[in-house]
């Protein structure tokens, strides 16, 4: 069965940090890898995604992971964290097996402090 | 282009009633997608629908809750029986197809259930 682990509930880092929110999966076979985030109110928004290729994925508002296949690691990292950051991070995994479903580790709960 | 709509945003019901939760997937959109997040969880799947068709319903908790996607665009969750443990925030995603390539899922904003 397919699992993901974020062992970070709470992560706070101050305005202009770099961060970085770890991930841990676990998948029978070759894996397909998201970091989501959910602010207050709003709907799951696709930062980026790890289907193949290159190890290290860019994604939107400047975010980054890497994917490490000997660690079953997806971690997301920014350079400078930005107040409007702020929000809940989801790490989830997926793959062929079961029809595209996805599933989600609990989340880490980013706050930012000016 | 619009974006993918659920309705109602919230709704609270009583212990035993029965609801009905739409959603509106993304036009052309074949695949389907129910998850459930309770407080302080990530969202967890519940079905599947490639066209009008359950492909997979392997996440629904038990039989009191059904889902229908008859025309193979508007999908209904229902949930009857309510009880307070079905309290939490349901989530519909849609995609563009299934067979030939993984593709993103495309997330609605969520109806808050709320079970007195």
């Known amino acids: 069965a397919q699992s993901v682990t974020q062992p970070d509930i709470h992560i706070t880092v101050s305005e202009g940090a770099s961060l970085e929110l770890r991930c841990n999966y676990s998948y029978g076979a070759t894996p397909y890898l998201f970091w989501y985030v959910q602010s207050p109110g709003q709907g799951l928004q696709l930062l980026l995604k790890?289907?193949?290729?290159d190890t290290l994925v860019q994604g939107i508002k400047g975010f980054e992971a890497e994917f490490k296949r000997s660690q079953s690691s997806f971690n997301l990292r920014k350079p400078s964290v930005h107040w409007s950051d702020a929000a809940e991070y989801f790490c989830?995994?997926?793959?062929w097996g079961g029809g595209n479903k996805l599933t989600f580790g609990t989340g880490t709960q980013l706050k930012v402090e000016l | 282009g619009a974006g993918v709509s659920q309705t109602p945003s919230n709704k609270v019901t009583e212990k035993g009633k029965y609801v009905e939760l739409r959603c509106d997937p993304i036009?052309?959109?074949?695949?389907l997608y129910w998850y459930r997040q309770s407080l302080g969880q990530g969202p967890e799947f519940l079905i599947y629908?490639?066209?009008?068709?359950?492909?997979?319903d392997s996440g629904l908790p038990n039989d009191r809750f059904f889902a229908v996607r008859p025309e193979g665009s508007v999908s209904t969750l229902k949930i009857q029986r309510t009880e307070r443990g079905d309290s939490a925030v349901y989530l519909c995603?849609?995609?563009?197809?299934?067979?030939?390539?993984?593709?993103?899922?495309?997330f609605g904003p969520g109806t808050r259930l709320t079970v007195l």
């Open positions: 989830a995994v997926g793959g």
């Open positions: 790890y289907f193949s290729g």
């Open positions: 995603a849609s995609s563009p197809r299934q067979s030939g390539s993984y593709n993103e899922q495309f």
């Open positions: 629908f490639q066209g009008t068709g359950a492909a997979d």
């Open positions: 036009s052309g959109h074949t695949a």
